[in-house]
């Protein structure tokens, strides 16, 4: 018996990173999953790592920030499944670049797939939670939604601010449909998008990349970053039945990085 056998689940992003470990943890606590990503071929390569845990797993291509495509999805997802028990936004974007260096274009890259693609992710799957009676909404924020300072970028924490914003309204006004919505704020986590930051910044600085990855632990009290499947951890828990009176939260998964 998983943890979360019997659920319908979709996962977006989740054609690697911390989306991919989360889809891959949710097929082996016995759940069904969706497989949700911009890049489709990654998306069924998860799909597939999922059913090899014995799940029903399909991969879905969509833009997540994209209207149409999040309304073509979820009904995709909800038909194949027969529901959406519990939806993850995971999906999102940003880069390594000072608060001067900012364009519009990279506001309207970040918010357009971490604000408004969440939200709208949030809405469409809320809405067949609601006619089902439950449900669970679990979105990834960040630390930098906290203002952890060594964030990517300003505006980029702006998009994370606003997914902790939206989760406390949204489990205020969906609580009375027996839906649950938290935030995962994940610290500093060994993913491509930290990986292709670290060359980034080593490159500003002259450093090697393992040099970038010494300092960076250095600030953070337990001495070590996550691995995608540390945020996972959470994810799954907050899928469960332990986790049914948990709702309006954000977790930070950091080793001790923040405090609030
Ligand atoms: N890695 C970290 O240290 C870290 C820390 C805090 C928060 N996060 C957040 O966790 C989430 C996952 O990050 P990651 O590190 O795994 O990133 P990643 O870049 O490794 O993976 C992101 C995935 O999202 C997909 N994606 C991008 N744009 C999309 C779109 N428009 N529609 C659908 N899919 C899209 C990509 O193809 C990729 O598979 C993001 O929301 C990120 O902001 C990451």
Same mark, same amino acid.
């Given at each position: 018996?998983?943890?979360?056998?019997?659920?319908?689940?979709? =996962?977006?992003?989740?054609?690697? /990173?911390? $989306? +991919? #470990?989360?889809?891959?943890?949710? @097929?082996?606590? &016995?759940?069904?999953?969706?497989?949700?990503?911009?890049?489709?071929?990654?998306?069924?390569? =998860?799909?597939?790592?999922?059913? /090899?845990? $014995? +799940? #029903?797993?399909?991969?879905?291509? @969509?833009?997540? &920030?994209?209207?149409?495509?999040?309304?073509?999805?979820?009904?995709?997802?909800?038909?194949?499944?027969?529901?959406?028990?519990?939806?993850?936004?995971? #999906?999102?974007?940003?880069?390594? @670049?000072?608060?001067?260096?900012?364009?519009?274009?990279?506001?309207?890259?970040?918010?357009?797939?971490?604000?408004?693609?969440?939200?709208?992710?949030?809405?469409?799957? #809320?809405?067949?939670?609601?006619?089902?009676?439950?449900?669970?909404?679990?979105?990834?924020?960040?630390?930098?939604?906290?203002?952890?300072?060594?964030?990517?970028?300003?505006?980029?924490?702006?998009?994370?601010?606003?997914?902790?914003?939206?989760?406390?309204?949204?489990?205020?006004?969906?609580?009375?449909?027996?839906?649950?919505?938290?935030?995962?704020?994940?610290?500093?986590?060994?993913?491509?998008?930290?990986?292709?930051?670290?060359?980034?910044?080593?490159?500003?600085?002259?450093?090697?990349?393992?040099?970038?990855?010494?300092?960076?632990?250095?600030?953070?009290?337990?001495?070590?970053?996550?691995?995608?499947?540390?945020?996972?951890?959470?994810?799954?828990?907050?899928?469960?039945?332990?986790?049914?009176?948990?709702?309006?939260?954000?977790?930070?998964?950091?080793?001790?990085?923040?405090?609030?």
């Amino acid at each position: 018996m998983g943890q979360l056998d019997g659920l319908k689940t979709v =996962v977006t992003g989740a054609g690697g /990173g911390i $989306g +991919a #470990a989360i889809a891959v943890a949710y @097929a082996e606590a &016995g759940a069904a999953v969706t497989v949700v990503d911009i890049n489709g071929a990654a998306a069924e390569a =998860v799909a597939e790592t999922c059913r /090899g845990h $014995g +799940a #029903a797993a399909d991969a879905i291509q @969509a833009d997540c &920030g994209d209207l149409a495509a999040i309304d073509a999805m979820l009904e995709q997802a909800a038909s194949a499944m027969g529901g959406i028990d519990v939806i993850v936004n995971n #999906a999102g974007v940003t880069r390594h @670049a000072f608060i001067l260096d900012l364009t519009e274009a990279d506001w309207d890259r970040m918010f357009r797939v971490n604000a408004k693609g969440v939200f709208f992710c949030m809405q469409g799957a #809320a809405k067949r939670m609601k006619a089902q009676g439950s449900g669970r909404i679990i979105n990834i924020a960040s630390v930098a939604g906290r203002g952890y300072q060594s964030s990517s970028n300003a505006a980029y924490a702006g998009t994370k601010g606003a997914v902790l914003a939206m989760t406390y309204l949204a489990a205020h006004q969906l609580g009375r449909f027996n839906i649950n919505v938290n935030a995962i704020c994940p610290g500093v986590t060994y993913t491509e998008i930290v990986s292709n930051l670290l060359r980034d910044r080593a490159a500003e600085r002259g450093v090697t990349i393992e040099q970038m990855k010494q300092e960076a632990e250095k600030s953070i009290p337990i001495r070590r970053g996550n691995d995608p499947e540390d945020v996972a951890a959470m994810a799954v828990f907050l899928a469960s039945p332990g986790a049914r009176n948990i709702t309006g939260q954000g977790f930070n998964v950091d080793g001790g990085l923040i405090n609030s």
